[in-house]
């Protein structure tokens, strides 16, 4: 099973996809924090971020490792664990500059689609267009929705240090970065034509999980019927119906 789980940022995505992942014993995939490491890497070798020709130039140097435990999701630059300093606001701010070049999201999608392809078993793998660009035949796409007052707090108690506070500059920040990914040629932020949205604003994130583990679920059902093997026993597209609403 290949499970793409996208949307902005602050929707649970991270969370979410883990659960997912842990619960059915498959890999995990975080891509944004793939974006992010090349971001930073950039921003640590005085890379000029908005200088496209010169981060198209540099996006082939760094080694980036990605663990696909969702126990212990793991990212390295270099042989260097970047898990920490990824996500904070000098990476946030840079990350949309740096992921819209054409040369970096061929790059970093290359990577990813050769870590799905290698996971045993299958795979949640979420980000931004998973469902649209990377894996356009996974199983199962889900796309994750919250209001911008949700997603900004929930974003808020993720960064570091005194940059957790400001839960309405953190808004803005999101609505920016919503509008570039959004408006980007290459690859933009939107949700797949065949993926089950899902809002997330007033559900407990174990109300999101059981959601998609459900869809899950019942696409895995609907694999097997395909292959001709026995369907699995369950409700689920009920079940999932009755909790996205």
Do not use: H
């Not at 042989?79 to 070049?101: H, L, M, N």
């Not at 356009?136 to 707090?153: G, M, Q, Y």
């Not at 108690?157 to 957790?164: F, P, V």
């Amino acid at each position: 099973m290949i499970v793409a789980i996208d949307g902005p940022s602050g929707t649970g995505k991270s969370s979410t996809s883990k659960a997912v992942a842990s619960a059915l014993g498959l890999s995990y995939l975080d891509t944004g924090a793939q974006y992010r490491a090349i971001t930073w890497w950039m921003l640590t070798n005085d890379v000029p971020v908005s200088d496209a020709e010169a981060v198209a130039a540099a996006s082939g140097r760094p080694e980036i490792v990605s663990g696909t435990d969702p126990a212990a999701p793991a990212i390295s630059v270099d042989g260097v664990d970047a898990s920490g300093p990824i996500r904070t606001q000098e990476v946030t701010a840079a990350v949309s500059a740096v992921s819209a070049v054409p040369e970096v999201r061929t790059r970093i999608t290359e990577l990813q689609r050769s870590i799905a392809a290698d996971a045993a078993g299958g795979i949640v793998v979420e980000g931004r267009d998973i469902g649209t660009t990377v894996l356009p035949d996974a199983d199962l796409k889900v796309f994750l929705t919250a209001s911008p007052e949700a997603r900004a707090s929930r974003r808020s108690g993720e960064l570091k240090g005194k940059e957790a506070g400001d839960v309405s500059a953190t808004r803005e920040a999101l609505i920016k970065r919503d509008a570039a990914d959004s408006s980007r040629k290459t690859s933009p932020l939107k949700k797949a034509d065949d993926a089950v949205e899902v809002d997330t604003t007033e559900l407990s994130l174990e109300q999101v999980v059981e959601c998609v583990v459900t869809l899950v679920e019942s696409a895995a059902s609907a694999k097997e019927q395909r292959e001709g093997q026995a369907p699995a026993a369950g409700t689920a597209n009920e079940k999932a119906g009755q909790i996205s609403k």
